[in-house]
């Protein structure tokens, strides 16, 4: 990879709630070459959409702080575009409408009103969408809304494309189709992309790099992995294939074994023999253990 | 059933539903016997009060007095054509006798029907209404966007929102009298007070609900703005207020019917030609005819109020994003 394009350099954030300071994340360090493509990978609630909000400015990291292209950003920008999770279209407003609102403060005054008009087109092309362009978002599918969310954030030309789960909702057929087109239209237009997942064959299969976080409190980057599988990659070719096998084992056992969730246990002393209390207790401090 | 279709031969050639009837029975029968149990009631219950102007007037008296009603406008309608056709005969007259004399053109001096009232009365509230809108929504959508703005301006609301238009009105009546002097002014002093009471009544709800509706639309959506880096104006124009829209109806639905109440009080006390002014006239004047008449004004109020209503919610249904939004 060519360039450093994006860091992360020593985050933590801390929300405030009625009971106190929350530390949701602690000491996440990354860095991400140009062109990249990069998952991030870990249990529900352990701070991934905190991490891709704080990247995005949407949240104000308490300690550290993000570094694009050798600058500090700590609100969102132009080069930053995001792709939700619920695909937070505008209701009211059809698929065209939804990518022109993001395309208009990008490009104004730089295309006319035609050229406008041929790019939000070209991109909702892009994700195969030309046929419900003036559909309004009750009118469509969960995977076409998703679709439109990715194009309007394609349309914003950003050098950073940020996606959370953006494919959590789907059918598998869906998402298998939706990700093939990501790769295609991440392998054209070389933008660097986080994007979350709970699904480990589209880490692997997507990715560059796949950052696996621990479990909050305070979580943090626990191991990174290089997937060195060349491309064009074909998910049927791979099915077998003992290397992409190798790396799917490998996010598995980090998320099943080494981070292994363990819900918060509420011993109450007097029901609770004693050696139990100490034997859940261990495996506790076990699962903290980062690799 | 068997009944039903060998009355109406279409049931049995399969034209009517047992769904369609049953919309029918719920949608025009049901409230035909409300209806009727109502007028039965009225008409019973009236003939036990006796009243210093005689018994309480039933469906069949307030009838007649709004047919009364209905002549005594069309005699006034003809007395004023009559009028001015008189004047331009009599007018054409004197310039053929004597080509430079002087002709005098007068104008009639009106003297308002019940229906010139209706009007009065809802160019009235319509008036204070638009007052109150125009000055709520964009207060609302302020107060809304700015939490601290919204706890400093919550109080007042709260406290100015239950006053009553009776006591407002003293204060609206002394407000008005010294400021609005003028030799020939535009509009009536009982206008001008009656305007602003209604105003002053209707501005909360409309206020307090665009408020919440703003304050309440989707961190999601929020998010999407400020990911879109939306201008203050565009964020406003495309995020915040069509998700408010349903709150601010909800308001203005409420402020038009304080409004319309608010305005029958005010009109009798400012003696305003309206509806208001009709009632405390009526009143007053005590004949036997009264409770009649009385009784007809307060349908018209009832009838007027809740198609008031229904205008503004097909208004809401024009302006709302969402179509098939049930709005009632
Ligand atoms: N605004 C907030 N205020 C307080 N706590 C928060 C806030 N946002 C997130 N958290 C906490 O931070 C932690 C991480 O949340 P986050 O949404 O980043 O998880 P996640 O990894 O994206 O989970 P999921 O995979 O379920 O989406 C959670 O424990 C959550 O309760
Ligand atoms: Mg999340």
């Given at each position: 990879?060519?360039?450093?394009?994006?860091?992360l350099?020593?985050?933590?954030?801390?929300?405030?709630?009625?009971?106190?300071?929350?530390?949701?994340?602690?000491?996440?360090?990354?860095?991400?070459?140009?062109?990249?493509?990069?998952?991030?990978?870990?249990?529900?609630?352990?701070?991934?959409?905190?991490?891709?909000?704080?990247?995005?400015?949407?949240y104000?990291?308490?300690?550290?702080?993000?570094?694009?292209?050798?600058?500090?950003?700590?609100?969102?920008?132009?080069?930053?575009?995001?792709?939700?999770?619920?695909?937070?279209?505008?209701?009211?407003?059809?698929?065209?409408?939804?990518?022109?609102?993001?395309?208009k403060?990008?490009?104004?005054g730089?295309?006319?009103?035609?050229?406008?008009?041929?790019?939000?087109?070209?991109?909702?092309?892009?994700?195969?969408?030309?046929?419900?362009?003036?559909k309004?978002?009750?009118?469509?599918?969960?995977?076409?809304?998703?679709?439109v969310?990715?194009?309007?954030?394609?349309?914003?030309?950003?050098?950073?494309?940020?996606?959370?789960e953006?494919?959590?909702?789907?059918?598998?057929?869906?998402?298998?189709?939706?990700?093939?087109?990501?790769?295609?239209?991440?392998?054209?237009?070389?933008?660097?992309?986080?994007?979350?997942?709970?699904?480990v064959?589209?880490?692997?299969?997507?990715?560059?790099r796949?950052?696996?976080?621990?479990?909050g409190?305070?979580?943090?980057?626990?191991?990174?992995?290089?997937?060195?599988?060349?491309?064009?990659?074909?998910?049927?070719?791979?099915?077998?294939?003992?290397?992409?096998?190798?790396?799917?084992?490998?996010?598995?056992?980090?998320?099943?074994?080494?981070?292994?969730?363990?819900?918060p246990?509420?011993?109450?002393?007097?029901?609770?023999?004693?050696?139990?209390?100490?034997?859940?207790?261990?495996?506790?401090?076990?699962?903290?253990?980062?690799? | 059933?068997?009944?039903?279709?060998?009355k109406?031969?279409?049931?049995?050639?399969?034209?009517?539903?047992?769904?369609?009837?049953?919309?029918?029975?719920l949608?025009?029968?049901?409230?035909?016997?409300?209806?009727?149990?109502?007028l039965?009631?009225?008409?019973?219950?009236a003939?036990?009060?006796?009243?210093?102007?005689?018994?309480?007037?039933?469906?069949?008296?307030?009838?007649?007095q709004?047919?009364?009603?209905?002549?005594?406008?069309?005699?006034?309608?003809?007395?004023?054509?009559?009028?001015?056709?008189?004047?331009?005969?009599r007018n054409?007259?004197a310039l053929?006798?004597?080509?430079?004399a002087?002709?005098?053109?007068?104008?009639?001096?009106r003297?308002?029907?019940?229906?010139?009232?209706?009007?009065?009365?809802?160019?009235?509230?319509?008036?204070?209404?638009?007052?109150?809108?125009?000055?709520?929504?964009p207060m609302?959508i302020?107060?809304?966007?700015?939490?601290?703005?919204?706890?400093?301006?919550?109080?007042?609301?709260?406290?100015?929102?239950?006053?009553?238009?009776?006591?407002?009105?003293?204060?609206?009546?002394?407000?008005?009298?010294?400021?609005?002097?003028?030799?020939?002014?535009?509009?009536?002093?009982?206008?001008?007070?009656?305007?602003?009471?209604?105003m002053?009544c209707?501005?909360?709800?409309?206020?307090?609900?665009?408020?919440?509706?703003?304050a309440?639309?989707?961190?999601?959506?929020?998010?999407?703005?400020?990911?879109?880096?939306?201008?203050?104006?565009?964020?406003?124009?495309?995020?915040?207020?069509?998700?408010?829209?349903?709150?601010?109806?909800?308001?203005?639905?409420?402020?038009?019917?304080?409004?319309?109440?608010?305005l029958?009080?005010?009109?009798?006390?400012?003696?305003?030609?309206?509806?208001?002014?009709?009632v405390?006239?009526?009143?007053?004047?005590?004949?036997?005819?009264?409770?009649?008449?009385?009784?007809?004004?307060?349908?018209?109020?009832?009838?007027?109020?809740?198609?008031l209503?229904?205008?503004?919610?097909?208004?809401?249904?024009?302006?709302?994003?969402?179509?098939s939004?049930?709005?009632?």
């Amino acid at each position: 990879m060519s360039q450093l394009h994006l860091e992360l350099s020593s985050v933590g954030i801390d929300f405030p709630t009625p009971k106190g300071p929350f530390s949701a994340l602690h000491d996440v360090n990354l860095k991400i070459m140009q062109g990249e493509f990069v998952s991030l990978i870990g249990h529900s609630g352990c701070g991934k959409s905190t991490v891709l909000n704080i990247v995005a400015g949407l949240y104000q990291a308490t300690l550290g702080g993000v570094i694009l292209n050798g600058r500090e950003v700590n609100e969102p920008g132009p080069e930053r575009a995001v792709v939700f999770q619920n695909h937070s279209l505008l209701p009211w407003l059809t698929a065209y409408q939804n990518v022109e609102l993001g395309v208009k403060p990008v490009f104004k005054g730089k295309k006319t009103k035609a050229e406008m008009r041929e790019w939000i087109e070209h991109n909702l092309e892009l994700v195969h969408m030309t046929h419900a362009l003036h559909k309004r978002p009750d009118e469509l599918s969960g995977g076409m809304k998703q679709r439109v969310g990715i194009a309007r954030a394609l349309a914003m030309q950003p050098e950073v494309l940020l996606m959370d789960e953006p494919f959590g909702a789907l059918d598998a057929l869906t998402r298998a189709h939706l990700q093939d087109s990501l790769m295609e239209i991440q392998n054209t237009l070389g933008n660097t992309v986080i994007m979350i997942t709970h699904d480990v064959d589209e880490a692997v299969l997507l990715s560059d790099r796949i950052v696996m976080m621990t479990n909050g409190p305070a979580a943090t980057v626990g191991e990174i992995l290089d997937v060195k599988l060349a491309r064009p990659r074909n998910r049927l070719a791979l099915a077998d294939d003992t290397e992409y096998n190798g790396y799917r084992g490998a996010v598995l056992r980090f998320l099943y074994e080494k981070q292994k969730k363990v819900e918060p246990i509420t011993v109450k002393r007097t029901e609770k023999p004693a050696e139990q209390f100490a034997v859940e207790n261990t495996s506790i401090t076990e699962s903290k253990q980062v690799a | 059933m068997s009944v039903l279709s060998s009355k109406f031969p279409a049931l049995t050639m399969g034209k009517i539903s047992p769904e369609k009837i049953r919309d029918l029975m719920l949608g025009v029968i049901m409230p035909m016997v409300g209806l009727v149990f109502f007028l039965i009631f009225w008409q019973v219950g009236a003939q036990n009060i006796k009243t210093s102007l005689g018994t309480f007037p039933g469906p069949k008296e307030v009838l007649a007095q709004w047919s009364n009603l209905v002549d005594e406008h069309k005699t006034e309608r003809k007395r004023e054509a009559d009028f001015y056709t008189h004047q331009t005969t009599r007018n054409a007259e004197a310039l053929a006798q004597d080509p430079a004399a002087e002709i005098k053109v007068r104008k009639f001096s009106r003297h308002p029907t019940f229906f010139d009232k209706i009007k009065t009365s809802l160019i009235t509230v319509l008036c204070g209404f638009f007052l109150a809108s125009i000055i709520a929504i964009p207060m609302g959508i302020f107060i809304g966007l700015n939490q601290s703005l919204y706890r400093a301006f919550n109080p007042i609301i709260q406290i100015f929102k239950p006053i009553s238009p009776l006591a407002w009105l003293p204060l609206v009546t002394l407000a008005v009298s010294s400021a609005y002097q003028s030799e020939s002014p535009l509009f009536a002093k009982s206008f001008i007070i009656s305007v602003i009471t209604v105003m002053l009544c209707s501005l909360w709800p409309t206020m307090i609900n665009t408020a919440v509706g703003v304050a309440g639309v989707s961190k999601d959506l929020i998010n999407v703005s400020r990911v879109l880096r939306l201008s203050w104006f565009t964020h406003v124009r495309k995020i915040v207020l069509p998700s408010s829209i349903p709150m601010m109806f909800t308001g203005l639905r409420l402020s038009l019917g304080i409004a319309w109440m608010v305005l029958i009080a005010a009109e009798m006390l400012a003696q305003n030609p309206g509806l208001g002014k009709f009632v405390w006239d009526e009143f007053q004047n005590g004949s036997s005819d009264s409770l009649g008449r009385i009784c007809v004004a307060v349908l018209t109020i009832g009838i007027i109020g809740f198609m008031l209503d229904r205008t503004l919610l097909a208004v809401q249904s024009w302006a709302n994003w969402d179509k098939s939004a049930i709005v009632r």
